[in-house]
């Protein structure tokens, strides 16, 4: 049976009409002109930027398109095809721009798995962005906190560097499905926080989680990427956490750097859940 999205009003399924999504109460979402589907309540939240804005998604997009994670990628893609089903519902949690999004689902139909695959993403840049990408892929803007899909109707959810609710995961998973996270590990990106930093501080890895998952496995995927433009080097930046929390000053340091090798390393935790 396909997922549907529901209803972030009264939680009843959402059902296709043309353009426009619409449950038993008579809830209507349009779809947008690009194919995505807003479900978030914005009346919820006062914030006026929800998720990643054009500069930092376009940055995104032009790095990952040049290969620097295609290693994670691989990965990624390894982790789900390790316990297929013939029918499968996948959800990306804080997809983005779909880059990871569109490779899990082109490997899902290469290997003739039904696929069915949903996006989450609170930004609206991200999905017009992702939509153009890939038009097979099921998006939503909403918040990985509500997640509009129905309970137990997941077979494997992704979240690669995005934030989620562990209590959420486990809701939308079917028993035995798999949660596939992707995370910095401690030395990811040291050397370009050597180039701000006085002193570069290491990231925190914590590998704990709900008793409702079991671990599956843990895999280090580990390389030293050399960055030959400055444009790289610059959207790399824009992609981390560091660029807004970094003054203007310590910014600098960056813009006359024609050239960066520096590690990246990913962990991918993969759980079931029980
Ligand atoms: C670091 S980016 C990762 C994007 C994508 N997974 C990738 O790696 O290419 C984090 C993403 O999470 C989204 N995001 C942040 N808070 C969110 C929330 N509460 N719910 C859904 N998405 C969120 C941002 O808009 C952004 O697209
Ligand atoms: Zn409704």
Request: net charge neutral; glycine share 6%.
């Amino acid at each position: 049976m396909t997922t549907n999205f529901k209803c972030p009003v009264c939680g009843l399924v959402l059902h296709g009409e043309g353009r426009t999504l619409k449950c038993e109460n008579n809830h209507c979402f349009d779809l947008a002109k690009h194919g995505y589907v807003n479900l978030l309540q914005s009346q919820k939240s006062s914030k006026k930027r929800h998720g990643d804005d054009t500069l930092m998604v376009k940055a995104r997009q032009d790095f990952l398109e040049k290969g620097y994670y295609n290693n994670l990628c691989e990965e990624l893609v390894k982790s789900v095809l390790q316990n297929v089903n013939r029918e499968m519902d996948v959800a990306d949690l804080g997809c983005g721009e779909c880059w990871y999004t569109e490779r899990v689902y082109k490997a899902l139909c290469e290997n003739n798995i039904n696929a069915t695959v949903f996006g989450i993403d609170i930004s609206k840049q991200a999905l017009i962005a992702g939509s153009k990408r890939c038009k097979a892929l099921k998006l939503a803007v909403a918040s990985t906190a509500e997640i509009p899909l129905p309970d137990e109707s997941c077979d494997v959810v992704i979240c690669v560097f995005a934030p989620y609710s562990e209590s959420e995961v486990l809701r939308i998973l079917k028993r035995g499905g798999l949660f596939i996270k992707a995370f910095p590990l401690e030395e990811h990106l040291i050397e370009l926080k050597a180039v701000i930093y006085d002193k570069p501080y290491k990231n925190e890895v914590s590998i704990r989680f709900d008793s409702g998952f079991e671990k599956v496995s843990l895999a280090s995927v580990k390389n030293e990427i050399l960055l030959e433009t400055n444009e790289d080097i610059i959207n790399l930046f824009k992609m981390t956490p560091y660029y807004y929390k970094t003054g203007k000053s310590d910014q600098q340091k960056i813009e006359s750097l024609t050239s960066l090798k520096t590690k990246t390393e990913f962990g991918v935790l993969t759980l079931k859940k029980n």
